[in-house]
């Protein structure tokens, strides 16, 4: 990311980036290296002794130039599984994201200045209100960044103490001083756990952060949604299709998934009426999961006249659907062996 690229994304899209945020990128802060397989071993090493932006954040990661771009635009995307409202087209500028893929972006208001830093889930209908800028964001993360870290996550890597301290040696110059004496005082403590969420809350609310009403939603109505599922009904109703098939789930790391579960004979749905599912993965989904929820979850088993369907509210887009089918005399679906 350099300053072209932010001026280009400005230009576009029509506002303003806060001068910390250029200030990060003129101090070469949003550089997380190449990423890829081998990331751990050939770019870490050269950042941990001066991190860059949240290198050891809360569930912080930071995407490219060309993500970003992606992004906003998929918003905007009528097709986007998400729904974005239309008031909300162009106004979430993300700068980086979640292990699951959720966003952290600028929200711009109607006069298309920076009013927050959120965070908006891609697997369910809720945007979070983090900070009312992006000090106050950098603030709340290396608080955050210490409150019970996993054993195997990046900040705990080596010294954990000589990685928060590096961190906030590199970050010092985005903070007020009262920020940075809190941090200090949290990161010099002898204590195993230095701070707890019930702290944390505290510290947020004594610094003018909302932690109350900091949520709102931001996809449509799924109207089309409905009525798609209602016609299913229907058509379930009036045929009795066997098929078999399955839902490979591939490059999906454990920690990203929120659920798989398996559902063992799902009204015998046949395949044009599953097909029409994929279009809208999330909403339709849990519909069928209340609609069918006295049906068993049971451990993976495959036989002929039964329908194995494999849930999952995060990273849809790598479920392959499998199968081989042919149509016989009486419009029944035969699975090919």
């Known amino acids: 990311m350099n300053l072209e690229n932010l001026r280009f994304i400005e230009d576009k899209y029509n506002f303003k980036y806060s001068k910390i ?7 070469n802060m949003l550089d997380w290296g190449q990423f890829g397989a081998n990331w751990s071993k050939i770019e870490y ?62 929200y711009l208001n109607e006069q298309n200045e920076i009013e927050s830093i959120i965070l ?49 040696a590199t970050h010092k110059r985005y903070l007020n001083n009262q920020q940075i004496e809190i941090i200090e005082e949290i990161y010099n403590r002898n204590a195993k756990n230095l701070l707890d969420h019930v702290e944390f809350n505290k510290i947020l609310k004594a610094n003018g952060f909302n932690v109350t009403d900091n949520s709102f939603e931001y996809q449509e109505e799924y109207e089309e949604t409905n009525q798609t599922f209602k016609q299913i009904e229907t058509n379930l109703n009036n045929k009795r299709h066997h098929i078999e098939y399955r839902l490979l789930i591939t490059s999906l790391p454990k920690e990203k998934l929120k659920f798989i579960k398996e559902i063992r004979k799902l009204a015998e749905i046949s395949i044009s009426d599953l097909l029409k599912l994929n279009k809208f993965p999330f909403v339709v989904y849990g519909n069928l999961l209340s609609v069918y929820d006295d049906l068993q979850i049971k451990n993976f088993s495959s036989s002929d006249k039964e329908i194995l369907l494999y849930l999952t509210t995060f990273y849809a887009d790598n479920v392959r659907l499998e199968y081989k089918y042919q149509l016989d005399k009486n419009d029944n679906y035969q699975i090919l062996k």
């Open 120 to 168: 908006v889930w891609h697997d369910c209908n809720e945007v979070n209100i983090l900070a009312d800028n992006l000090q106050n964001f950098i603030f709340r993360q290396l608080l955050q960044c210490v409150i019970d870290p996993y054993e195997d996550s990046l900040i705990m890597n080596g010294n954990f103490k000589e990685n928060i301290n590096k961190q906030l």
């Open 45 to 106: 090493p050269k950042l941990k002794d001066k991190p860059p932006l949240l290198l050891y954040g809360s569930d912080f990661e930071i995407i490219s130039f060309d993500r970003i771009m992606e992004e906003i635009d998929c918003f905007s995307d009528e097709d986007d599984y998400r729904q974005t409202k239309k008031q909300f087209y162009n106004k979430f500028i993300p700068f980086g994201q979640t292990g699951a893929g959720d966003l952290y972006c600028f």
């Open 21 to 27: 945020y250029k200030k990060l990128v003129e101090d």
